[in-house]
């Protein structure tokens, strides 16, 4: 079982290579939630879910680049900054600053949210 710490600098390092879906089925409850305002800050629950959404991003996107900053932790939840360079398919090149913060409980991540500035 993971650390929280252990989590937060997996992640980092997973979402740093564009290892998102491996990410997901390494560090995310079977029941993790997500909330995005991309997708109009609706909860979607289970793994399987938020696997098919990151593939689903992964195949129309082109991603340039992506930082992720050093995580920042409060008793079972970190945070980390990402800032993501990318083109949708069909639209124009994108660079968006996003607040990433984490729940974790029994060594897994059960929920995350972003918040995008």
């Known amino acids: ?52 959404r990151e593939e689903a991003f992964l195949a129309s996107t082109e991603v340039h680049g992506l930082s992720v900053s050093a995580p920042v932790f409060a008793g079972n939840y970190f945070s980390i ?12 090149r994108k660079s968006i600053e996003e607040l990433c913060v984490y729940k974790v409980e029994n060594g897994k991540i059960v929920s995350q949210q972003f918040f995008i500035g």
Do not use: W
């Open 1 to 52: 079982m993971y650390t929280i710490s252990e989590i937060a600098n997996r992640l980092s390092s997973l979402c740093a290579d564009l290892k998102f879906p491996e990410a997901y089925n390494e560090l995310f409850s079977e029941h993790a939630e997500s909330i995005d305002p991309v997708y109009g800050n609706i909860p979607l629950k289970g793994l399987g879910k938020l696997i098919e």
């Open 81 to 92: 900054g990402m800032t993501l360079d990318f083109t949708p398919k069909g639209q124009d």
